[in-house]
């Protein structure tokens, strides 16, 4: 089965926290591309990170950093020094080759985690 | 600007009536694609399409009708055999393949009454 599991429905810190978002993954394909999106209270998805499965490198990009675990199928994301701007919907999504028919870019997204940061 | 319009932002429906959701793009992306976002269950794909003239059902396509005459357009009509339509739409667009990712319109928040 391809399936995505956001197992945090809600996470609240304390600005200035750091705060990790967990993402575990299914697939049965070889090839397959993980996504983080971040929806902001006005609903619009907005892109985060794309990571392929034959790049295990960690990456970085300011105060957000993803760790892709390809042993364990885990995709998380860490958010360094939470700010109330990173309040939001997170979900993380797959696509590969067998997800859907061909090469369609059909994405499986998992069911989200809420971050709430307060002041 | 380029970008995803989709109208309107709100929609009220009586139960009965079928209802379109417009989506359209400036982004001469080839494949485009409606989720639909219910609270606690992520996005799901209703229907997609990769080329004018041609689109595909996704997982939740009972109820649903789209098509795809030109390449900006991608209209969702919500009919009334979809049992339980109120919800969230968004519409994606993307470059074909699967290594895409995809861009998002701000929704349509579908209630119906």
């Known amino acids: 089965a391809q399936k995505v599991t956001q197992a945090q429905t809600e996470i609240s810190v304390v600005e200035k926290e750091d705060v990790t978002l967990d993402c575990v993954y299914e697939?049965?394909?070889?090839?397959?591309?993980l996504f983080w999106y971040k929806q902001p209270p006005s609903g619009e998805l907005v892109f985060l990170i794309r990571r392929n499965s034959f790049d295990e490198q960690n990456e970085i990009s300011g105060r957000y950093s993803w760790n892709f675990q390809k042993s364990t199928s885990s995709f998380n994301f860490t958010i360094t020094a939470s700010q109330v701007v990173d309040s939001a919907v997170y979900f993380c999504?797959?696509?590969?080759?067998?997800?859907?028919?061909?090469?369609?870019?059909?994405?499986?997204f998992g069911q989200g985690t809420t971050l709430q940061v307060k002041p | 600007d380029g970008g995803i319009t989709q109208s309107p932002k709100y929609l009220f429906r009586k139960e009965g009536q079928n209802v379109t959701l417009s989506c359209e793009q400036n982004l001469n992306h080839d494949a485009m694609y409606w989720y639909r976002q219910d609270p606690g269950q992520g996005l799901r794909l209703i229907y997609y399409?990769?080329?004018?003239?041609?689109?595909q059902k996704g997982d939740i396509a009972e109820g649903y009708s789209v098509s795809r005459e030109k390449k900006e357009s991608f209209p969702l009509t919500v009919t009334s055999a979809q049992k339980n339509p109120t919800a969230f739409y968004l519409c994606a667009t993307g470059e074909e393949g699967a290594h895409n990712e995809q861009f998002f319109g701000p929704g349509t928040r579908l209630t119906v009454l």
């Open positions: 999504a797959l696509s590969g080759l067998l997800i859907g028919s061909g090469n369609t870019g059909k994405l499986i």
């Open positions: 399409s990769q080329i004018v003239n041609d689109f």
């Open positions: 697939t049965r394909d070889t090839t397959y591309y």
